[in-house]
T-cell receptor, first 114, second 117 residues
Framework: DTAVSQTPKYLVTQMGNDKSIKCEQN?????MYWYKQDSKKFLKIMFS???????INETVPNRFSPKSPDKAHLNLHINSLELGDSAVYFC?????????????FGPGTRLTVL | AQSVTQLGSHVSVSEGALVLLRCNYS??????LFWYVQYPNQGLQLLLK??????LVKGINGFEAEFKKSETSFHLTKPSAHMSDAAEYFC???????????????FGKGTKLSVKP
C-alpha cells in the first residue's frame, strides 16, 4: 500500500544506453513531479505534470522525456545516458498544483552511469 | 523568484540538546514554506508546513518552526534531540504564485544533523 512507488530502486548502466524509471502513486493526486538529487544532495525540479499535461519543464536536456499515461503514473525515459546523469531521481505527487499542499515522495531511484 | 538558503551544511548536537536548523527565504509573494526530512537511502518526508495560518507551526516528531516575516526566516527547532533525529533536513519554498501554475518545491541545499550520544 505504498503511496508513491518507483522502479527500479537501483539502476546501473553504461554510457550511451537508454533507460526508463517508472513512478506510480495511489493517492488519487492529480499532479506529479520528477526531482533530481545530485551527489551533494541538492534537489531540483525537472518536470511536473498536472492531469497528464506537462506543466513544468526545467532546463533539462531533451534526452530526458517524461511520459504520463494517466494521472497515477509518470515515467521518465532517458536516452543516450551520460556520466553526469548519475544521481538519485525522486518522483513526487500532490493534490493540485497551487503549491500549498504536501508533496509525497517516492523512495528514489539511484542511477549510476559507468 | 523564490529561493531558500539554509545556513550550515552540517549541525552536530548532543542527545537531549536543543536542535536549531536555520532557513531563510526570498519570495516576491507570501510564501508557502516546508521542512522535509530525509533519512539515509530514503525519500523525503514532510515534517511541517507554513501556509499563511499560524506563524508557529508544529510538526511531527516534536519539531516546530516559526515563520518570521520581518526576518524572512523559517527556522526549525526541537527542544531535545534524539539519536533517531540524525538525518538530512531540507527547507523548501513553493514556486507557486497566484495565477501561475508552477507548484514545484524549491529546496535549500540541506543540513545534515548529527546527534552524539
Amino acid at each position: 500500500d505504498t503511496a508513491v512507488s518507483q522502479t527500479p530502486k537501483y539502476l546501473v548502466t553504461q554510457m550511451g544506453n537508454d533507460k526508463s524509471i517508472k513512478c506510480e502513486q495511489n493517492l488519487g493526486h492529480d499532479t506529479m513531479y520528477w526531482y533530481k538529487q545530485d551527489s551533494k544532495k541538492f534537489l531540483k525540479i525537472m518536470f511536473s505534470y498536472n492531469n497528464k499535461e506537462l506543466i513544468i519543464n526545467e532546463t533539462v536536456p531533451n534526452r530526458f522525456s517524461p511520459k504520463s499515461p494517466d494521472k497515477a503514473h509518470l515515467n521518465l525515459h532517458i536516452n543516450s545516458l551520460e556520466l553526469g546523469d548519475s544521481a538519485v531521481y525522486f518522483c513526487a505527487s500532490s493534490q493540485g498544483q497551487a503549491g500549498r499542499n504536501e508533496q509525497f515522495f517516492g523512495p528514489g531511484t539511484r542511477l549510476t552511469v559507468l | 523568484a523564490q529561493s531558500v538558503t539554509q545556513l550550515g551544511s552540517h549541525v552536530s548536537v548532543s542527545e537531549g540538546a536543543l536542535v536549531l536548523l536555520r532557513c531563510n527565504y526570498s519570495s516576491s509573494v507570501p510564501p508557502y514554506l516546508f521542512w522535509y526530512v530525509q533519512y539515509p537511502n530514503q525519500g523525503l518526508q514532510l515534517l511541517l508546513k507554513y501556509t499563511s495560518a499560524a506563524t508557529l507551526v508544529k510538526g511531527i516528531n516534536g519539531f516546530e518552526a516559526e515563520f518570521k516575516k520581518s526576518e524572512t526566516s523559517f527556522h526549525l527547532t526541537k527542544p531535545s534531540a534524539h539519536m533517531s533525529d540524525a538525518a538530512e533536513y531540507f527547507c523548501a519554498v513553493s514556486g507557486w504564485v497566484y495565477g501561475g501554475s508552477q507548484g514545484n518545491l524549491i529546496f535549500g541545499k540541506g543540513t545534515k544533523l548529527s546527534v552524539k550520544p
